[in-house]
């Protein structure tokens, strides 16, 4: 069956850290990757997503995220985390290859502290 | 925000009585999902429609059902509700063509006593 790994669940960091959170799919056809954001309380919001062409994608608020195929994998990216990233973080895959079933990942809960 | 209607916002229901949850939208957008979020699982699928009158299984369909009997609304139907469908209900929408992402509702939180 299709599925969508998520590694981490928790996340702790500092402010001014760099963050790399990890995504990971199985599936054999062709994908359309999202990583969506939940910050309390409120419902998920897009970060990035990526559909084609280059495999490093930017998105809002300074995050990026890295298709490598080869590797089924999508992980999310930030260089530098803020307090107001502190939120649960979804990494989605869009299996094209029949009635475009969206699938997620379990989560990370990241938690940024001064 | 998309324009995404998910009714009732909050419920309270008592085991074994049914229950219908409703999504609503005016994007005129031809998917349309049904997840439950559970903490440690993340959002999972519980069914999803591709058209009018056209639904197919999510990951965690047992004790759900669906009818999309017109564009605009998506409704999942709790047969006979148990504790175990506590949770909160999202429902989201998506053209499903070009490079669209889907549109998220605010949430139904759904308490079974």
């Known amino acids: 069956a299709q599925s969508v790994s998520q590694h981490n669940h928790h996340v702790i960091l500092s402010e001014a850290a760099s963050l790399e959170l990890g995504c990971n799919y199985s599936?054999?056809?062709?994908?359309?990757l999202f990583w969506y954001v939940q910050y309390p309380g409120q419902h998920l919001q897009l970060l990035l997503k990526?559909?084609?062409?280059?495999?490093l994608v930017k998105g809002i608020k300074g995050f990026e995220a890295e298709f490598i195929k080869s590797k089924f994998s999508f992980n999310l990216r930030k260089p530098s985390v803020q307090g107001s990233d502190t939120a649960e973080y979804f990494c989605?895959?869009?299996?094209?290859?029949?009635?475009?079933?969206?699938?997620f990942g379990a989560g990370t809960r990241l938690a940024v502290h001064p | 925000d998309a324009g995404i209607t998910q009714s009732p916002r909050h419920k309270v229901t008592e085991t074994g009585t049914p229950v219908t949850l409703r999504c609503h939208q005016t994007?005129?957008?031809?998917?349309m999902y049904w997840y439950r979020q559970d903490p440690g699982h993340g959002l999972r699928l519980i069914h999803y429609?591709?058209?009018?009158?056209?639904?197919d299984k999510g990951e965690v369909s047992d004790g759900y059902s669906v009818s999309r009997s017109k564009t605009e609304d998506f409704l999942l139907t709790l047969e006979s509700a148990t504790s175990s469908q506590t949770s909160v209900y999202f429902c989201?929408?998506?053209?499903?063509?070009?490079?669209?992402?889907?549109?998220f509702g605010q949430g139904t939180r759904l308490t079974v006593v």
């Open positions: 599936y054999g056809g062709t994908v359309n």
């Open positions: 429609s591709y058209g009018v009158k056209d639904t």
């Open positions: 989605a895959v869009l299996l094209s290859g029949g009635y475009n079933m969206l699938i």
């Open positions: 994007e005129n957008h031809r998917y």
């Open positions: 990526y559909f084609s062409g280059d495999p």
């Open positions: 989201a929408i998506s053209t499903g063509t070009g490079d669209t992402e889907a549109f």
